[in-house]
């Protein structure tokens, strides 16, 4: 059961955040600068995404139907139907956080992890992340403009139009100067990904200070932060039943399954929390407190089922008498 490092890092900057909030124009210059940072950081997104990759991807467009449906709508009904939780386990503020966690991108990273190590169809989860996190660039402030109108705090869907300036134009940017850019991004990948944390961390300090300045926090009690991860839970069960059987349903094999799994039931913090502060603004503390706790409880929950995948016997082909196929794992018996 890891505990991602990332995620101590996350909690010391909301702790700083706590302790030294940027007021005036402390506040105005890290508002700036995460701005900034967030433009930063889905330009390298742009640069990063081989578009001969997302292109060659499309030949399995089945699964990756299946996990889009699995994130933007399935994931939202969930959302929509935890309505019937406030006020009575979940404040409205945040239930507001909540439904912004279902509106969110699939992860890249973590999926293709925990897809290796449940030895799944690697290709399909890379790829599978991939659309999602473009699509996720457009689809999530559109369904964040349906779905929350000012239930988050301040959103509006004027803030539609933000995500253009600040995420969509710096991604298209950084496709179209891919071919210049990429070779340096590859060969720098390490410094480049504290430049990603750490915009990130400025995000988060960024909103949380936000957040003690205007007194948020006496919103939220330890019971209903507990009350939160016990409906995170039942989420995320909800969400790893869904893409397992109902990918089997579907007729996918073993490997996609896992691909469809892992990419189809997680939401992506390194791009769901930009999207927030943009979405927002002096409002995202408590919008993003949920998907942050969401982010630490699915890599400690697929963690333990990758581990278990990967000691499935492997599946041995065997020639039926008309001439097809017949999978069977390792140790099963002919006959039955």
Aim: glycine residues 10%.
């Amino acid at each position: 059961m890891p505990l991602d490092p990332y995620i101590l890092t996350l909690l010391a900057t909301v702790g700083l955040a706590a302790l030294l909030p940027a007021r005036g124009v402390y506040a105005e210059v890290a508002s700036g600068a995460s701005t900034g940072a967030v433009a930063l950081l889905f330009f390298l997104y742009g640069v990063r995404l081989s578009t001969r990759e997302a292109l060659d991807g499309l030949r399995h467009w089945r699964l990756h139907v299946t996990v889009l449906a699995c994130t933007f709508v399935a994931f939202p009904l969930l959302g929509l139907a935890a309505r019937g939780l406030v006020p009575y386990v979940l404040t409205p503020a945040l239930y507001g956080g909540f439904l912004f966690l279902t509106l969110v991108p699939s992860t890249i990273q973590s999926s293709i992890a925990f897809t290796s190590l449940a030895r799944g169809n690697v290709p399909a989860a890379i790829c599978a992340g991939s659309f999602s996190s473009l699509a996720g660039i457009v689809l999530t402030p559109l369904l964040a403009a349906a779905l929350l109108g000012n239930r988050g705090g301040g959103f509006s869907a004027d803030a539609v139009g933000k995500i253009v300036v600040q995420l969509l134009v710096p991604f298209v940017a950084g496709q179209l100067l891919r071919r210049w850019l990429a070779p340096f991004v590859t060969r720098h990948k390490q410094v480049l990904g504290f430049v990603d944390r750490g915009s990130i961390l400025l995000v988060v300090y960024t909103a949380f200070s936000a957040g003690m300045v205007q007194g948020i926090w006496h919103q939220v009690t330890p019971l209903r932060l507990l009350a939160l991860v016990g409906v995170e839970a039942v989420l995320l069960a909800v969400m790893l039943s869904l893409t397992w059987y109902g990918a089997k349903r579907l007729g996918f094999g073993r490997g996609d399954r896992i691909a469809i799994q892992f990419a189809g039931s997680k939401k992506s913090l390194a791009a769901g929390l930009p999207m927030a502060s943009v979405l927002f603004g002096a409002h995202a503390s408590l919008a993003v407190l949920p998907l942050m706790l969401f982010h630490q409880l699915q890599l400690m929950v697929c963690a333990v089922i990758a581990k278990r995948r990967s000691r499935d016997p492997e599946p041995v082909v065997l020639p039926s008498p008309r001439g097809h196929a017949t999978a069977l794992p390792v140790g099963a018996r002919k006959g039955g």
